[in-house]
Structures are given as C-alpha cells and as structure tokens.
C-alpha cells in the first residue's frame, strides 16, 4: 500500500507560478513510475507528466511545467511556470508498480487526495 498526500496548490495570477509536492510513504517509491493527472470541472481527468524510466509531458504543459523528484525525500515535484486560466483544475498525483510511466489513469495504482488550482486571469 502506498499513501500519496499532494500539497502546494492555491490560486494564483496568469502567468504566475506554483509547485506541487507528491509525498510517498513508502520506501521502494524510488523505483515506481510517478504522475501528475489534472482534472477541470466537468472535464475528464488527463495526464500532465510522469517520471520513471522517462520523463513525458503533456503537449498542453511542456515547455512550461517541469517533473523532478527527491528519491531520498520519497516526493516528486511539480513546478508550473506560465500559468493558463486553463490550467486551473484539481490535481493529483498517481503512482504504479513499475518504472515505466503511462499515460492512462487506469494503469496507476495508487492517488493522492489531490489539491486544487485555481488560475485567475
């Protein structure tokens, strides 16, 4: 069992900033594959980045948010740089069994609660 805890949301202003921090609970979270999903009200939950074997972003946020992790911290980092009003969702952070990173929720095993981002314009 994994326990996943997001924090780092808020709102902020066009073109402002935020980090999101994923804290593990477990050990062996070094060698999991961990990603971010978004989801906007009335929207379905997509894939923004994921970090394993590879780093994969979502065409939408690459070049502008960036995935790293702390393995020694068992937490993974989002930082979102030039923030959209359409990047304003809840978002949640996901971990699988595996190293390598997939861009479909059904593959992850565990989430976090996730945190919310609210992106004014």
């Known amino acids: 069992q994994v326990q996943l805890v997001e924090s780092g949301g808020g709102l902020v202003q066009a073109g402002g900033s935020l980090r999101l921090s994923c804290a593990a609970s477990?050990?062996?979270?070094?060698?999991?594959?961990i990603a971010w999903f978004r989801q906007a009200p009335g929207k379905e939950r997509e894939f923004v980045a994921g970090?394993?074997?590879?780093?994969y972003y979502a065409d939408s946020v690459k070049g502008r948010f960036t995935i790293s992790r702390d393995n020694a911290k068992n937490t993974v980092y989002l930082q979102m740089n030039s923030l959209k009003p359409e990047d304003s969702a809840v978002y949640y952070c996901?971990?699988?069994?595996?190293?390598?990173?997939?861009?479909?929720?059904?593959?992850?095993?565990?989430w976090g609660q996730g945190t919310q981002v609210t992106v004014s314009s």
């Open positions: 996901a971990t699988r069994a595996s190293y390598n990173v997939r861009r479909t929720e059904g593959e992850y095993d565990y």
């Open positions: 477990k050990r062996t979270f070094s060698s999991y594959a």
């Open positions: 970090s394993g074997m590879m780093i």
